[in-house]
């Protein structure tokens, strides 16, 4: 898997204006390589399993040329500090992943059901962006703050299409367009993104849009066409990084912002569905849950309709994800060596907080949290544990 990189400090070279006192610029190309994941991929991929004695038929045509696979990826980049005070980075990258394994279906004529593939193109590009300053004055004051952006687009280019395979001699053309993942609350589809989220089932409405309720009060919810509700990535990220230290005290705090994207949460719909959290309270005391525009009805039969917890009825438990935080802060003062007579040298307290304040959420959880460390499922609250807000106290000496 070739790598190559080339960078260059323009500033270096060539002569440039005086407020411009560094300039870099850098580039760079890389290949990597992934095994095959085991999951979804059985014993009959490429044997046939014996149980009991006897051969136990998979109907998956053995497939023993699995190749791995494989990210392309560039970016490019630019470093500069004016005035020596200023510093500012930018850099866009791009990356293409290809031999996604599928697992498509043969014709009966062929005397198997399915053949795994690898095709697929998924793009991930984005920008990453910072710009900072810093800088000390003659009473002993120090100051730095840095700003950071980052924005990834995540996008599938490419599914299954007219793969041609050779099965028992026989040519087949297959087409995969899209993939349910997650129990299909991920569809994978070209145009769509790994992050796309969908619910199924609804409340059935009339040709008004307003939901369908009987002359005796009864309606129902029907399955339909997959809704997308968005995405579980955000839109962008962004930080704000502060340092102060003047005559041994210090001070840094770090802001952190991601705004954009949905999450879910199946805790509040089984919460509903129980009748246990306050929502369905202030229904029971407002005689009712609520149609908007058409009144009130039962608050028992109406959640525990919509309070299943799983995909399909997840797009009433929809919510932004847009949070902002106070995710560090830390506050230190260094002691003079004189007062330990030179025998303990730079001693200093500290007392540290991390994940002290959320500034602002509206997701009745921290949409920060992740249910799950694989590709899918992310984004959804089924009784997690909160994040965790830490204090703690520090002290540094030398000998």
């Known amino acids: 898997y070739p790598s190559v ?101 043969l014709p009966e004529s062929t005397g198997y059901n399915s053949i795994y593939l690898q095709a697929g193109n998924v793009e991930n590009r984005g920008w990453e962006a910072s710009f900072g300053y810093s800088d000390r004055f003659k009473n002993g004051l120090s100051i730095s703050s840095t700003l950071t952006f980052s924005k990834n687009i995540n996008e599938i280019k490419e599914m299954v299409k007219d793969y041609n395979t050779e099965v028992m001699g026989v040519p087949v053309s297959i087409n995969i367009p899209e993939v349910l993942k997650d129990k299909g609350r991920t569809i994978l589809k070209e145009g769509g993104s790994i992050h796309d989220i969908y619910a199924t089932r609804f409340f059935k409405k009339d040709s008004q849009g307003y939901v369908l309720v009987s002359s005796d009060g009864k309606y129902e919810m029907e399955d339909g066409d997959p809704v997308y509700l968005g995405k579980t990535a955000p839109d962008f990220n962004m930080g704000w990084n502060n340092a102060i230290s003047y005559k041994g005290f210090g001070l840094s705090f770090l802001i952190n912002g991601r705004f954009g994207g949905v999450v879910t949460s199946s805790t509040e719909a089984i919460l509903d569905r129980y009748g246990v959290s306050q929502r369905t309270a202030n229904a029971r005391e407002s005689e009712g849950a609520l149609f908007p525009g058409q009144g009130r009805v039962d608050a028992k039969t109406y959640y525990q309709m919509i309070g299943t917890g799983n995909y399909q009825t997840s797009g009433y438990y929809v919510y932004s994800a847009t ?53 899918y499922g992310q984004g959804n609250d089924y009784f997690m544990q909160p994040s965790v807000r830490s204090f703690g106290f520090g002290l540094k000496f030398k000998l």
């Open 5 to 105: 990189g080339l960078s260059a400090i323009i500033s270096e070279m060539v002569k440039l204006p005086e407020f411009l006192s560094y300039l870099k610029v850098r580039g760079s190309y890389t290949e990597v390589g992934a095994p095959v994941s085991r999951s979804g991929l059985t014993p009959g991929t490429v044997t046939t399993p014996i149980v009991g004695g006897n051969f136990k038929p998979t109907y998956i045509y053995p497939f023993t040329d699995f190749k791995a696979e494989r990210t392309k990826s560039y970016e490019f980049g630019l470093s500069l500090r004016l005035f020596s005070k200023f510093n500012a980075e930018v850099t866009y990258y791009k990356s293409n992943t290809y031999n996604q394994t599928f697992l498509g279906n």
């Open 323 to 375: 949070n902002i935080r106070l995710q560090e802060l830390t506050f230190s003062y260094t002691m003079p060596n004189k007062w330990f007579g030179n025998v303990l040298k730079d001693v200093s307290v500290s007392f540290i907080a991390n994940n002290p304040w959320m500034l602002y959420c509206k997701a009745p959880f921290d949409p920060e949290l992740t249910p799950s460390t694989a590709t």
